[in-house]
């Protein structure tokens, strides 16, 4: 068990050690009254320290901040940087649409992104692709192509996903009943009125939301990431296409996260057959860019129904969607960065990373598990692994996640700030990654009453 007592106190030693050595984030975070919330987006308020880090630097799986600290990245933009920060092949993409053939923003096609559809389909299977600039919206309009061609009006996702804000993916199980999740901001409706929820791992739930006839599309990841990496159970996957060919529902598998999995993500890497693929982040390799595939059937099938506007006000699409630069910078991160090779030694690295958070937990006989999805490894504070998103979020210890967090981040380590995810990108190294298991074993030291080194 873990002295509740003594984590206040190292949190508190912690996080004022912090504070004294990022003067510098600390006075631009207090000048930034401007802002929202003092950051560019909400979000990077999630800081266990209390104040984020500012940005210098960034190259491969190092960052520095306006302190002049370094660090090994292994929140890589929550996957955004997968590719590594600023990848050579993409900045030299970039430099040449931008700044010698210019363009960036003229609303018309380049030969480029017929060459990163056919990569698409060689990797994902489905063959008809359309862009966007982030993977929510391309969930979205995926969303809406499927309520048009079924006719159904719900959309059915397992609780405690993550599929960016489309609105109606915020819905969680509860003992009464499907509940909006705690925190959603202004939702439009009840979500409960547009969406129906099953929980991960459980076949027959899913059977039963199916069997009211009434839902448009099946919206997952194919292993929960975004509430710590949950793997699905033999047989899962394989019942859940059989399930929505069953009930005359679409498949869509989610893979802006688990494009960890390997160069087709989950659904290359387990042999999947979804009728839609949705990918956004690490496409781009830092660019946005975001992407959904139809399989044929399911594009033939949009094309053929009458009084469906795809080319003006529909609500599918937008301004920015497929630009030059995007698409350039996709195809620099596919066919150069995020390259079969390149996968071999992520997930190679992050198998090194969960044996040195796996030794480490044994020898202090925690009740903790690791769990690994390709280049993507998560520590969670139970055990066994959860098997669902509601038993993951259960295992949620803030202060825990905070202190680990800011002792990291003190000694030259960041991990993303939503949870304990480590991804390894082509840049990572083997000395990171023993960097990690050392300082990590040191905090545990700490925690358990046994004080290392600092």
Sequence with gaps: MIDRHRLASLLDRERALFAERHPRSAAEYARAGNLFGRVPMTWMN?????????????RGAR???????????FCLGDTAAMAGHSPDPVVAAVRERFGELGGASAMLPTPDAAWVGAELTRRFGVSRWSFALTATDANRWAIR????????PKILFNAYCYHGSVDESLIVTSPHGPRS?????GAPVD????????????????E?????????????????????????????????????????????????????AGPGGATGLWGLDPDVVTIGKAIGGGIPAAAYGLSEELAQK?????????????????????????IAATRATLEHVLTTAAYTHMSDLAKTFKVGVEAVIEEFDLPWTVTRLGARVEYRFARPAPTSGTESAQAADADLEDFLHVYLANRGILLTPFHNMALMCPDTTEEQVAEHSRIFRYAIEELTGRTGPS
């Design 63 to 73: 960052v520095t901040d306006v302190d002049g600290y370094e660090y090994t990245d």
């Design 181 to 185: 999740r705690e925190g959603n901001v």
């Design 302 to 326: 949009v094309q053929n129904t009458n009084n469906l506007d795809l080319i003006d006000m529909g609500g599918v699409g937008g301004t920015l969607a497929g630009n030059a630069l995007s």
């Design 145 to 152: 192509l499927l309520r048009a061609v079924t006719g159904r």
């Design 208 to 260: 039963r939301e199916l069997a009211n006839g009434d839902v448009a599309a099946v919206v997952m990841e194919p292993a929960m990431t975004n509430v710590g990496i949950v793997l699905p159970r033999p047989g899962y996957l394989e019942a859940v296409r059989e399930l929505t060919r069953r009930y005359g529902t679409y498949l869509v598998n989610d893979e802006t996260h688990t494009f960890s």
């Design 191 to 206: 979500v409960t009125a547009t969406s129906r929820v099953a929980e991960f791992n459980d076949v027959y739930g899913l």
């Design 46 to 58: 999630k800081a266990a320290a209390g104040f984020p880090l500012y940005l210098a630097e960034a």
